[in-house]
C-alpha cells in the first residue's frame, strides 16, 4: 500500500504542476494576442462581378495581403478585371511566386478579391473540398507577431451556389 500510496501522491503533485501550467500558458496567449492584434478575416460572397473573396482587416495597422492559394488548385484570385489582373492570378495559381502583393488593406478596412475557377472546376465531384490559404504580412514588424497565415476550406458545390446565386442576381437586374 505505500508504494501505490505514493504514486497517487505523485500523480496529484503533478497534476498540481499540469494547473499551474495550464493557467500560465492561457495567460501568456491572452497577452499575447492583446500584442499582437487580430489576424485579417476571409470569407466567400456574391460580388458585382461574380464570386468574390472578401478580406477584413480588423487589425490596428495596415495589411499585405501577398497572396492566396487554393489546394486542389481549382481556384484562382485577382485583384481586378483587367487582362494583366487576370494572368497575374494565372500565374498565381500555378505557385510560381507574384512579384507584388495581390492587396494592401488599411486599418479596420475591407478588400474585395475576385475568385476564377480553373479547369477541371466544372467535373469536379461536389463533395471536393477546397483549402485556401491567404498568406499576409503586417507593415510593423514585432517580436509577438501572429501566425500570418489564414485558412478556410469552401466546398466545389458552396462555389457552384455563389455562383448561380450571381447569375440570378444578374438576370434580374437586367430585367428590371
Known sequence: MGAGGSVGTMAVEWLGWFKALSSSLSGAKSLYDRVSGKQPTLDFIVGQNGVD???????????????????????????????????????????????????????????????????????????TRIKVTMHW?????????????????????DVRDLRKDFDKRRSRGQRT
Do not use: C, Y
Not at 481556384?75 to 492587396?103: M, S, Y
Not at 507593415?139 to 476550406?153: G, K, L, M, Y
Open 53 to 127: 473573396v472578401i478580406i477584413n482587416n480588423a487589425r490596428g495597422e495596415t495589411t499585405i495581403i501577398e497572396g492566396i492559394d487554393a489546394s486542389p488548385p481549382l481556384l484562382g484570385f485577382t485583384a481586378g478585371q483587367k487582362l494583366h489582373d487576370v494572368v497575374e492570378a494565372v500565374v498565381r495559381q500555378r505557385q510560381i511566386p507574384a512579384e507584388d502583393a495581390l492587396a494592401v488593406i488599411g486599418a479596420g478596412k475591407e478588400a474585395r478579391i475576385g475568385l476564377m475557377t480553373f479547369d477541371p472546376f466544372d467535373n469536379t465531384d461536389p463533395k
Open 137 to 157: 504580412r503586417s507593415v510593423t514588424r514585432s517580436w509577438f507577431s501572429p501566425n500570418r497565415v489564414v485558412r478556410r476550406e469552401i466546398t466545389v458545390r
